[in-house]
């Protein structure tokens, strides 16, 4: 491997040691400790590779300054990753094995379970000849999201530490909390952090670029039944768990999750929980079109509305919380992110392909808060689960696109 691929996979394997799964179930931000001691041990570790103005606050997001080297004007951009990572999968003890020089066959990522990759399953790795993949042993998630986008940043720092010949405008950096749980970035302080856009590192295949993603909010419906003996339930009983069924059954199957992809959007019924007195229904809306969108949560309170006349001695209510909006309006409003961005891929020989992400990022989050934030593929791919792997050569594109971004901003 190259200097940048080994510094890249040597501090991917540091920081993967440390556990920091994110828990959906708690309130607290962060949702875990964990995410708290990472925190520090990389404001701990950013002085040295040549930040400045290094602060981490009260809810463990970290900030720092990459001071200008130039006197040329530039706008002040921002780069993102998140220090948390799925609770999907065990996050706890990773091992990931480098695989290098990819020579075009079966990837084994654990024997004794019978895991393997290739590129019958697993396409893109057609795409990976001759390059230095990175996977989990099988027992784990790989954390290369998000923990490659940061190895990435720490390592675009440090370069440019030893190579002020590369000029550049001031440059902000930020790490995140709880992105996988969607709750943490609502408390990043973007007015202060102060860049003008910025990008997030964080995401797939070499040259997809995410400018748009899912409309979304979380709902819980709440079904309040009448309980009585069964043996005398003959036109009294409501019984909460039967209804709860009947509104999930009732919702069409081709606007499931498994039933749909690209620009489609969907319902998913994520939790049901309850007994003869009450039960509760959780579950999220998505799509792409803010219109369509709406119509989904309207027809869902109309099977809502149907069921009550169905089950007159139920009370069944649905309240619906925001997460997040699509962001592409506000980008091709606000185009200069996507422009700069641009430029940026050709000049590292990049042919770019610009997506809709089929979910959410904290970009779209502060997209919305006034700082326009696409997405920069980060090099992994199958996140969320034992068969997530990287590639270190589409991840050193990355480091390339970077350098180009901050060059470009003071030779416009």
Request: aromatic share 10%; net charge negative; glycine share 8%.
């Amino acid at each position: 491997m190259n200097d940048i691929k080994q510094e890249l996979y040597n501090r991917f394997v540091k920081y993967v040691s440390v556990d920091t799964t994110s828990d959906p179930s708690q309130k607290t931000t962060p949702t875990t400790a964990s995410q708290m001691m990472f925190a520090k041990m990389l404001a701990d570790e950013m002085p040295s590779l040549g930040f400045t103005d290094v602060e981490m606050d009260e809810y463990g997001f970290v900030t720092a300054t990459i001071a200008a080297n130039t006197d040329a004007p530039a706008p002040v951009v921002g780069f993102f990753a998140h220090m948390d990572t799925v609770s999907d999968f065990n996050g706890k003890g990773i091992c990931p094995q480098l695989h290098p020089n990819y020579d075009g066959g079966r990837v084994v990522i654990n024997e004794e379970k019978k895991m393997y990759l290739s590129p019958d399953t697993t396409p893109n790795l057609k795409l990976c000849l001759g390059h230095d993949l990175v996977t989990s042993d099988g027992t784990t998630i790989l954390g290369g999201d998000d923990k490659i986008g940061i190895s990435v940043i720490m390592t675009f720092a440090r370069y440019l530490k030893d190579h002020p010949e590369v000029k550049h405008g001031k440059i902000r950096v930020a790490f995140t909390v709880d992105e996988e749980t969607g709750t943490g970035i609502a408390f990043f302080d973007v007015k202060r952090f102060g860049a003008d856009f910025a990008y997030t590192i964080d995401g797939g295949t070499l040259g997809e670029i995410d400018y748009g993603n899912f409309n979304a909010d979380k709902f819980k419906i709440s079904i309040v039944g009448k309980n009585c003996h069964p043996g005398s339930a003959k036109d009294f009983m409501a019984n909460p768990v039967r209804i709860a069924a009947d509104i999930v059954s009732s919702w069409p199957e081709n606007r499931l999750p498994e039933t749909t992809d690209k620009e489609d959007g969907f319902i998913l019924f994520m939790g049901m929980e309850g007994n003869l007195e009450q039960a509760i229904l959780r579950g999220i809306v998505r799509d792409h079109d803010l219109n369509k969108f709406e119509a989904s949560k309207q027809e869902l309170q109309q099977i809502i509305n149907h069921k009550l006349e169905k089950y007159p001695n139920a009370k069944i209510s649905v309240t619906f919380t925001k997460q997040y909006r699509n962001m592409r309006d506000v980008l091709e409003a606000h185009p200069q992110a996507l422009t700069v961005l641009k430029k940026a891929l050709s000049a590292a020989g990049v042919d770019y392909k610009l997506a809709q992400v089929r979910g959410g990022t904290d970009g779209a989050q502060l997209t919305f808060r006034g700082l326009p934030t696409p997405n920069i593929f980060a090099g992994y791919e199958n996140p969320h689960g034992p068969y997530e792997w990287l590639s270190l050569d589409w991840t050193e594109k990355v480091f390339h696109i970077m350098k180009n971004i901050v060059t470009e901003l003071v030779n416009k």
